[in-house]
T-cell receptor, first 114, second 115 residues
Framework: GENVEQHPSTLSVQEGDSAVIKCTYSDSASNYFPWYKQELGKGPQLIIDIRSNVGEKKDQRIAVTLNKTAKHFSLHITETQPEDSAVYFCAASTSGGGADGLTFGKGTHLIIQP | ETGVTQTPRHLVMGMTNKKSLKCEQHLGHNAMYWYKQSAKKPLELMFVYNFKEQTENNSVPSRFSPECPNSSHLFLHLHTLQPEDSALYLC??????????????FGPGTRLTVT
């Protein structure tokens, strides 16, 4: 089955700096790669996703890049703000995230230092 | 807040108890999921229902029994659990996997403690 590795497990950056979280996946058939943000006491919330026919996607301060050859994808957050502090999860799916669900990474605890 | 609600938010139960977790989605979705979130581990997919039919059972022990009476409601019946089953149980829904819409929306979870 699919295996998703996520690094780093903890990331501390100064407010205003950029943060990058990286994930690798094992199944070359994976075609859907979402990123979720989880705040304390809440369920994960989808913040951005990318499909295998696209190499990069951007939404304001958040961007995701995908390298299918290397089987890795990354989340980039620019101009970080205190409210960006949370746990971020990457995930991958071979069926578009639907019928077989998602395989998640272990998460990255992002800490924004004021 | 998402359109997926879960009750109760917290549950403490003994190993011999029987309890149920409830999930309801108000998004008009057709697929629903149960995930388990334990400390230091990735979210683990447990069950998938698509149009009320179970399409995935990810080798989950029989002490967890799902029920999906309609596309808006999902239950997880619990009996004779073990302390290692203590975790955050998350419900999610998505519109129509077969139609190519993939986004899953999560509820806030039920924090389960087995004593």
């Amino acid at each position: 089955g699919e295996n998703v590795e996520q690094h780093p497990s903890t990331l501390s950056v100064q407010e205003g700096d950029s943060a990058v979280i990286k994930c690798t996946y094992s199944d070359s058939a994976s075609n859907y790669f979402p990123w979720y943000k989880q705040e304390l006491g809440k369920g994960p919330q989808l913040i951005i996703d990318i499909r295998s026919n696209v190499g990069e996607k951007k939404d304001q301060r958040i961007a995701v890049t995908l390298n299918k050859t290397a089987k890795h994808f990354s989340l980039h957050i620019t101009e970080t703000q205190p409210e960006d502090s949370a746990v971020y999860f990457c995930a991958a799916s071979t069926s578009g995230g639907g019928a077989d669900g998602l395989t998640f990474g272990k998460g990255t605890h992002l800490i924004i230092q004021p | 807040e998402t359109g997926v609600t879960q009750t109760p938010r917290h549950l403490v139960m003994g190993m011999t108890n029987k309890k149920s977790l409830k999930c309801e989605q108000h998004l008009g979705h057709n697929a629903m999921y149960w995930y388990k979130q334990s400390a230091k581990k990735p979210l683990e997919l447990m069950f998938v229902y698509n149009f009320k039919e179970q399409t995935e059972n990810n080798s989950v022990p029989s002490r967890f029994s799902p029920e999906c009476p309609n596309s808006s409601h999902l239950f997880l019946h619990l009996h004779t659990l073990q302390p290692e089953d203590s975790a955050l149980y998350l419900c999610a829904s998505s519109q129509d996997p077969s139609g190519g819409t993939y986004e899953q929306y999560f509820g806030p979870g039920t924090r389960l403690t087995v004593t």
